[in-house]
T-cell receptor
Framework: KAGVTQTPRYLIKTRGQQVTLSCSPI?????VSWYQQTPGQGLQFLFE???????NKGNFPGRFSGRQFSNSRSEMNVSTLELGDSALYLC?????????????FGQGTRLTVV | AQSVTQLDSHVSVSEGTPVLLRCNYS??????LFWYVQHPNKGLQLLLK??????LVKGINGFEAEFKKSETSFHLTKPSAHMSDAAEYFC???????????FGTGTRLLVSP
């Protein structure tokens, strides 16, 4: 069974640009969550999608958005990039939503903003 | 709001000696607790989870953790460290109705020969 796939693995963007990251969950999983990992703030929850609906959102500005497609694949978009957006973005998939459900993580997309 | 505190940012052990990574949690009601491991340039891998069944939870690669409500702790242990255990370990709590994980700040485990 294939794991969670995130593309691209590495990305370099310029301040002010926008970026789209992609996540393909494990087959059959309907919940996709996104996390940002930085040395200063650690791992922080961005948002969760379940059956194409955003179920929960973390404390991030509106420049961060996402969506989920009918095949459960998800994308997140960051507009008007800032230097502080440089981070490892991790996607996690789960078979269902809920606190007891374990999340399986992809290897992440490392975004560098210059 | 729920949170976890990892008491050590770095832990150093010798190969073959026991490992103890400490985690305290704060939650208004019964939490789900997890330990994840992250090797360099890799994603996160689940080691084990507690979801109010047995208080002693066994995970992969010989790791286990004990849930102690009276101490609000969920420490991770392993009897004998291996070089391949060197990585960053995260204690995680989840007690909402959604798939939202709250991560601790991480503990970097260093294993020397």
């Amino acid at each position: 069974k294939a794991g969670v796939t995130q593309t691209p693995r590495y990305l370099i963007k310029t301040r002010g640009q926008q970026v789209t990251l992609s996540c393909s969950p494990i087959s059959g999983h309907r919940s996709v969550s996104w996390y940002q990992q930085t040395p200063g703030q650690g791992l922080q929850f961005l948002f969760e999608y379940f059956s194409e609906t955003q179920r929960n959102k973390g404390n991030f500005p509106g420049r961060f958005s996402g969506r989920q497609f009918s095949n459960s694949r998800s994308e997140m978009n960051v507009s008007t990039l800032e230097l502080g957006d440089s981070a490892l973005y991790l996607c996690a998939s789960s078979s269902m939503t809920g606190r007891n459900t374990e999340a399986f993580f992809g290897q992440g997309t490392r975004l560098t903003v210059v | 709001a729920q949170s976890v505190t990892q008491l050590d940012s770095h832990v150093s052990v010798s190969e073959g000696t026991p490992v103890l990574l400490r985690c305290n949690y704060s939650s208004s009601y019964s939490p789900s607790l997890f330990w994840y491991v992250q090797h360099p340039n890799k994603g996160l891998q689940l080691l084990l989870k507690y979801t109010s069944a047995a208080t002693l939870v066994k995970g992969i690669n010989g790791f286990e953790a004990e849930f102690k409500k009276s101490e609000t702790s969920f420490h991770l242990t392993k009897p004998s460290a291996h070089m391949s255990d060197a990585a960053e370990y995260f204690c995680v709590v989840s007690n909402t109705g959604f798939q939202k994980l709250v991560f601790g700040t991480g503990t970097r485990l260093l294993v020397s020969p």
